[in-house]
């Protein structure tokens, strides 16, 4: 599975990354951040986010697209202008057919770190360990971009494991023949 990873932002730089999994071990594909020159337009912005990520489905043809999700906690105006910044991704990824999934920082965090309060040094430690990496990736933007596209891959994982066991116990229920179905234990807290 090839994923590309975005982790948009209004004001310093957008972090994009794409890698390949095999399921098992990840591989970097290419990283980086892009950062306008502070006279840009808003709408020089969109534009030009909107060609670099159009640019780059085109040259990798990723399976799908992760975003991380708007912050809630910024001020109203910043969070309407992420959203914006992250809706011309999302169209990026929809004119060429691919999905796109959106992740909380949180999540992203919890995912590759394993604590979802990790710091950001701890987050690129961990993108470097996952993609066997000899450096730290840089800027940070583009480490969040790499995690956001690793965390999207636990998640497929995790989604096509669930489904393969949610399949086999519907299978096995059709095959032990009770009219009543099949019927699972769960032990309960004391």
């Known amino acids: 599975m090839r994923v590309l990873g975005v982790d948009p932002s209004v004001a310093g730089a957008t972090g994009y990354g794409v890698i390949e999994t095999d399921g098992k071990h990840a591989q970097l594909m290419?990283?980086?951040?892009?950062?306008?020159?502070?006279?840009a337009t808003f709408a020089v912005r969109l534009r030009e986010i909107h060609f670099l990520i159009s640019g780059l489905v085109q040259e990798f043809a990723p399976d799908?697209?992760?975003?991380?999700?708007?912050?809630?906690?910024?001020?109203?105006?910043?969070?309407?202008?992420?959203?914006?910044?992250?809706?011309v991704v999302l169209l990026a990824a929809a004119q060429a057919h691919i999905p796109a999934h959106?992740?909380?920082?949180?999540?992203?965090k919890a995912s590759v770190a394993g604590y979802g309060a990790a710091s950001k040094e701890q987050i690129q430690l961990m993108v470097k360990s996952l993609l066997d990496l000899s450096e730290v990736p840089e800027p940070a933007d583009a480490s969040d971009a790499l995690a956001v596209a690793l965390c999207h891959a636990q998640a497929s994982r995790a989604r096509a494991r669930l489904a393969l066991a949610v399949d086999n116990l519907r299978v096995a229920g059709e095959a032990g023949g009770s009219s009543r179905g099949s019927r699972i234990s769960v032990p309960r807290g004391r």
């Open 102 to 108: 959106s992740y909380s920082p949180r999540e992203v």
């Open 30 to 39: 290419r990283f980086g951040a892009m950062r306008l020159p502070a006279r």
């Open 64 to 87: 799908a697209v992760a975003v991380e999700s708007v912050f809630t906690s910024l001020n109203m105006a910043t969070a309407l202008k992420l959203a914006e910044m992250r809706g």
